[in-house]
């Protein structure tokens, strides 16, 4: 089993749709979650951070976490066509000899279209 | 907004060349990071540098690579002898704390040829 699972779509939606990416994992170690949108040929750009399980909200973005069920949620409310990119996963668990290490999922491609 | 930079955007090499890659990240952070993406894959850990030293490596980080800061904002990625499979989006992160957020360059695109 891998330890990060996304389904890498391509997901598309029409613009003003809410959008709903998904991640589940295996290592229960795991503390940290993230996400990241990419832009093709680009870095990674932070989205979200959230820490444990519970709801996180950002203007338009919200992180969900459920670690009962090793499973975590970004949603996109009012969806543009500028959100159009992969969005990434990632997650570290909580320290001991970890250093940061970040562990990502596939990415989902997504298209927002007008 | 203070951002990590990474230098060159693109290098071509031929194969067995040696390469640097060269990221310069946020001032006050002191987790740095290597990973990887080659071509529709997974971004991939290579290494973890805090303290002046490795702290963490992945399988993929062998005795071809190393790491170095040598300098009070430099963090470099050495490539020894480079081989076609080492063709990939190189990306350099850098976090405040060891729990932090991680930010990301905007990456190098190493092809080896």
């Known amino acids: 089993q891998k330890e990060v699972e996304q389904d890498p779509g391509p997901l598309s939606v029409p613009e003003g749709a809410i959008v709903s990416l998904n991640c589940t994992y295996s290592?229960?170690?795991?503390?940290?979650f993230m996400w990241y949108r990419q832009y093709s040929r680009k870095g990674p750009e932070l989205l979200m951070y959230?820490?444990?399980?519970g709801n996180k909200e950002d203007g338009r973005f919200t992180a969900q976490v459920d670690k009962s069920s090793k499973y975590i949620s970004l949603f996109i409310r009012d969806s543009q066509p500028s959100d159009s990119a992969t969005y990434l996963c990632?997650?570290?668990?909580?320290?001991?000899?970890?250093?940061?290490?970040?562990?990502f999922g596939q990415g989902t491609i997504l298209t927002v279209h007008p | 907004e203070p951002e990590v930079t990474q230098t060159p955007s693109h290098q071509v090499t031929q194969m067995g060349q040696e390469v640097i890659l060269r990221c310069v990240p946020i001032?006050?952070?002191?987790?740095f990071y290597w990973y990887r993406q080659i071509l529709g894959q997974k971004v991939e850990f290579l290494v973890s540098?805090?303290?002046?030293?490795?702290?963490?490596k992945s399988e993929i980080f062998d005795d071809q690579f190393s790491v170095e800061r040598p300098d009070g904002s430099n963090f470099t990625l050495k490539i020894r002898s480079t081989k076609l499979e080492d063709s990939a989006m190189y990306f350099c992160?850098?976090?405040?704390?060891?729990?932090?957020?991680?930010?990301f360059g905007q990456g190098t695109r190493l092809t080896v040829v």
């Open positions: 992160a850098s976090s405040e704390r060891r729990a932090g957020e991680a930010f």
């Open positions: 290592n229960s170690a795991f503390q940290y």
């Open positions: 959230t820490y444990s399980s």
């Open positions: 990632a997650m570290r668990d909580a320290g001991g000899t970890s250093y940061g290490k970040l562990t």
């Open positions: 001032s006050n952070h002191l987790y």
């Open positions: 540098f805090y303290n002046n030293e490795i702290s963490e």
